[in-house]
């Protein structure tokens, strides 16, 4: 285990549906990053937290809204997704936002 | 930008064999470099990583890194493979600064008895 953990580990919901993913770091980390993967594509960085404030958001549509309520806590609130967001959500935290970072398990998403 | 590049999607060795998944870089200034490995169903497991000092870098469960500046490269590399090592291999750079880290599209690594 990495110290940090995801919550749910799979999820199935449809394209009105609205849920969230957590993700908590037990590391004393103080940065954290949400990544979405797919199949045949690299990781993709999605939101970028450190010291509670959003420091990157990579584009990513408004239909993914993420949350960091303290350095140890991250979600990412989903609503009216649509099919080809099905992937593994992957969440990491590091010490500071330029150290290494360590990863969760994932959540595995489908969106029908 | 930064990019990394890996340039094999499957890499098959027997067991007792070295093995090595390669990954070559480009970065503006001096590369910070990671490699990462993912079971199935697992998130990302941190293996090693290059910033400064020795070019070869010592790492999680007998891998090293060899980090070669004129090649721009960053091998990944194990004397003799297991079984276990059966995975999905990720390089990643991040240039100094505050920028983000680059992933490669992973290296698939099938270890056979």
């Known amino acids: 285990e990495t110290g940090v953990t995801q919550t749910p580990r799979h999820l199935v919901m449809g394209m009105t549906n609205k849920k969230s993913l957590k993700c908590e770091q037990h590391l004393g980390h103080n940065a954290m990053y949400w990544y979405k993967q797919s199949a045949k594509k690299p990781l993709e960085l999605m939101f970028v937290y450190n010291f509670k404030e959003q420091t990157e958001n990579n584009s990513v549509p408004s239909r993914f809204s993420p949350e960091c309520p303290n350095s140890s806590h991250l979600f990412l609130h989903l609503h009216t997704l649509q099919p080809e967001d099905s992937a593994l959500y992957l969440c990491?935290?590091?010490?500071?936002?330029?150290?290494?970072?360590?990863f969760g398990p994932g959540t595995r998403l489908l969106v029908l | 930008a930064q990019s990394v590049a890996q340039p094999e999607d499957q890499v098959n060795v027997a067991e007792g064999n070295p093995l090595t998944v390669k990954c070559t870089y480009s970065v503006s200034g001096n590369p910070y470099l990671f490699w990462y490995v993912q079971y199935p169903n697992r998130g990302l497991q941190f293996l090693l990583k290059?910033?400064?000092?020795?070019?070869l870098v010592k790492g999680s469960y007998g891998f090293e890194a060899e980090f070669n500046k004129s090649q721009t490269s960053f091998h990944l590399k194990k004397p003799s493979a297991l079984v276990s090592d059966s995975a999905l291999y990720f390089c990643a750079v991040r240039e100094p600064g505050n920028t983000p880290l680059v992933f490669g599209k992973g290296t698939r690594l099938s270890v056979i008895a």
């Open positions: 990491a935290s590091s010490l500071g936002d330029q150290e290494t970072q360590y």
């Open positions: 290059y910033i400064t000092g020795d070019n």
